[in-house]
């Protein structure tokens, strides 16, 4: 359905109902136009999902490594190995809860 606007004054028309007939109403200077054939007065307008928001109530299905987490005390971790950044080095490995995310970095500690 497109926007009727009124002939007089080039408002748009809102759509009212008089009993049983639908009519078009200018906001502004009153004038009513009857609605001809079939109106949809309401439509149903679908909204994305929100993203992102609340808490995390899934567990990550690629924690399968047993270890205790530090944070929530879950058994369940996964690893990441992040590589190299300087060829000296060695590589960057993370063990991230299966529950709540939180990372622990493993490996070679250097003093």
Same mark, same amino acid.
Not at 48 to 60: C, Q
């Given at each position: 359905?497109?926007?009727n606007f009124c002939k007089k004054c080039g408002v748009p028309l809102e759509l009212?109902?008089?009993?049983?007939?639908?009519?078009?109403? #200018?906001?502004?200077?009153?004038?009513?136009?009857?609605?001809?054939?079939?109106?949809?007065?309401?439509?149903?307008v679908q909204h994305e999902k929100e993203r992102g928001t609340g808490v995390k109530?899934?567990?990550?299905?690629?924690?399968?490594?047993?270890?205790? #987490?530090?944070? #929530?005390?879950?058994?369940?971790?996964?690893?990441?190995?992040?590589?190299?950044?300087?060829?000296?080095?060695?590589?960057?490995?993370?063990?991230? #809860?299966?529950?709540?995310?939180?990372?622990?970095?493993?490996?070679?500690?250097?003093?």
């Amino acid at each position: 359905m497109g926007i009727n606007f009124c002939k007089k004054c080039g408002v748009p028309l809102e759509l009212k109902k008089r009993g049983v007939d639908r009519v078009f109403r #200018c906001k502004k200077c009153d004038s009513v136009n009857q609605a001809k054939g079939h109106v949809i007065s309401n439509e149903k307008v679908q909204h994305e999902k929100e993203r992102g928001t609340g808490v995390k109530k899934d567990e990550n299905i690629f924690a399968t490594y047993h270890h205790n #987490c530090k944070k #929530c005390g879950y058994d369940k971790v996964q690893v990441l190995d992040l590589g190299v950044f300087i060829s000296d080095e060695d590589n960057l490995i993370l063990l991230q #809860c299966g529950r709540c995310g939180y990372s622990e970095r493993i490996g070679r500690k250097t003093s």
